[in-house]
């Protein structure tokens, strides 16, 4: 329940902010599954076994590349 308060508490502000909840969330989406994509596609296929902390370094590669 408090999850969903949440959500109902950002959809209103950035709402107030003139910017469509929707358009964020797919603009936020599309974002995740490129950089995701660009981690995928570094690692190879050892992305199933890397640990935690090298798919973030991964992460942080495709981030900052950007």
């Known amino acids: 329940e408090e999850a ?5 508490a ?3 502000f950035v709402r107030a902010h003139g ?11 599309a974002k995740f ?4 994509k660009g981690m995928e596609a570094l690692a190879g296929t050892d992305f199933p076994t890397l640990s935690l902390e090298a798919q973030e370094a991964l992460w942080q590669r495709v981030k900052h590349g950007e």
């Not at 910017?19 to 989406?29: C, F, P, Q, V, Y």
């Not at 599954?33 to 995701?36: A, D, M, N, P, Y």
């Open 33 to 36: 599954e490129r950089r995701f």
């Open 19 to 29: 910017i469509s909840a929707e358009d964020a969330l797919r603009a936020a989406n």
């Open 4 to 8: 969903g308060d949440l959500l109902f």
């Open 10 to 12: 950002a959809v209103n």
